[in-house]
């Protein structure tokens, strides 16, 4: 019964279509629109050009922005090694305490302070220097605890040993082949 | 001026002739203004999206490329403009529930007879789907031809007839069954 009621109380379709095509913009719209019109046209182009209010101009800055940040940050990031690297660890840094001390604000030693501190470095030991070390060969004591005279017996200094032992140069055996492909050897043994 | 076609007169206003455009304003204010009340809760909204639609016209024409038709190019612009009307439009009937406490559609309620007329489009148009409300406001509502409405919604003419059947038959549970005569406007 009330869906009837509703029915009958809709306007038909017909009527609805004729009071919708009665319906006109207001007075003074096409006045309104051309007033905007010249609104838009007096401002300036590049502030109301699609490439201003493009969200892929905003897109771009922040695009460069991040560029930048990250260029940055991988700068600082290349040096700090080299910092650490070059600073000499503590134990030498006990032994030899740097020229001038850092300033108290900033951790990290000057460059001029590690250079000093690197040269300040004790080299390391030299084997010629050990060798130069060896006690001096006494002639006197020539003759061995067995009767007999030593090979050394024959050199007079410890330099002419020394010399005596790098004529003495040892063959690199490394390159030859082994013994089972030598023509002839595998068939003597 | 009035023989002159759409296409004549974007072509003169993109030549420098500001009245071409005043008179492309003046030719589809009406239907334009009707398919935005059609599509908005107020008659407020609707004259405002229309002039929104004519002033992204004057900017826009630079880059019409006289593929289709101007009207077609406006009723896109209308449909993306009271799109963007109606999501304010329920942001702000959500935040004026939020704030009140009442139906913020107390708010946008039509009180004049214009009002009454948009109420029932808008309870016939909410049948039907998107696709279907296109076609019945263009056939129907505007009277436009099936090769208009098919130019200006950019499909086949038998695609518009069968959108158009479909949403009669739609339509048949609201009206009167006797009162639509289908052939009258497939």
Redesign the interface.
């Given at each position: 019964m009330n869906d009837d009621k509703d029915?009958n109380q809709?306007?038909?379709?017909?009527s609805?279509?004729k009071?919708?095509?009665e319906?006109?913009?207001?007075l003074g719209?096409?006045e309104?629109?051309?007033a905007?019109?010249k609104d838009?046209a007096a401002s300036p182009a590049w502030f109301?050009s699609p490439w201003f209010t493009s969200p892929w101009l905003y897109a771009a800055s922040f695009a460069v922005v991040a560029m930048v940040a990250v260029t940055v940050v991988l700068q600082m990031r290349e040096t700090e090694p080299e910092l650490q690297i070059a600073q000499p660890d503590k134990s030498t840094q006990n032994q030899n305490p740097p020229v001038e001390s850092a300033p108290s604000g900033d951790a990290r030693p000057k460059p001029e302070e590690i250079r000093i501190a690197k040269h300040q470095q004790p080299p390391p030991p030299q084997p010629d220097r050990a060798k130069q070390n060896l006690p001096a060969y006494q002639p006197d004591n020539q003759q061995t605890a067995g009767g007999g005279y030593s090979n050394l017996a024959v050199l007079s200094d410890v330099s002419d040993w020394l010399a005596l032992e790098e004529s003495i140069a040892v063959p690199d055996f490394s390159d030859l082949p082994p013994l089972s492909e030598i023509d002839g050897l595998s068939d003597a043994t | 001026m009035a023989t002159t076609s759409d296409k004549q007169l974007i072509k003169q206003f993109l030549a420098g002739n500001q009245g071409a455009f005043d008179a492309f304003v003046r030719r589809h204010q009406d239907r334009i203004y009707r398919l935005a009340c059609a599509r908005l809760y107020t008659a407020d909204d609707a004259v405002d999206a229309a002039q929104e639609v004519f002033l992204r016209a004057y900017k826009g024409f630079k880059r019409f490329h006289f593929h289709a038709e101007p009207f077609t190019w406006l009723y896109r612009t209308l449909e993306n403009v009271c799109n963007e009307y109606n999501r304010r439009t329920v942001r702000d009937r959500t935040l004026t529930r939020q704030l009140d406490g009442v139906d913020g559609l107390q708010s946008y309620a039509p009180d004049g007879s214009e009002q009454i007329q948009l109420r029932q489009i808008h309870q016939v148009i909410g049948q039907l789907p998107k696709r279907q409300q296109d076609v019945v406001l263009l056939r129907i509502f505007e009277g436009m031809s099936v090769e208009e409405t098919a130019k200006t919604l950019k499909c086949r003419q038998g695609t518009v007839k069968a959108h158009l059947h479909k949403a009669m038959n739609n339509l048949r549970g609201y009206f009167n069954v006797m009162e639509i005569e289908t052939s009258d406007y497939e």
């Open positions: 029915t809709r306007p038909p379709l017909r609805l279509v009071q919708y095509q319906i006109k913009a207001p719209f096409a309104r629109v051309a905007q019109v838009k109301t | -």
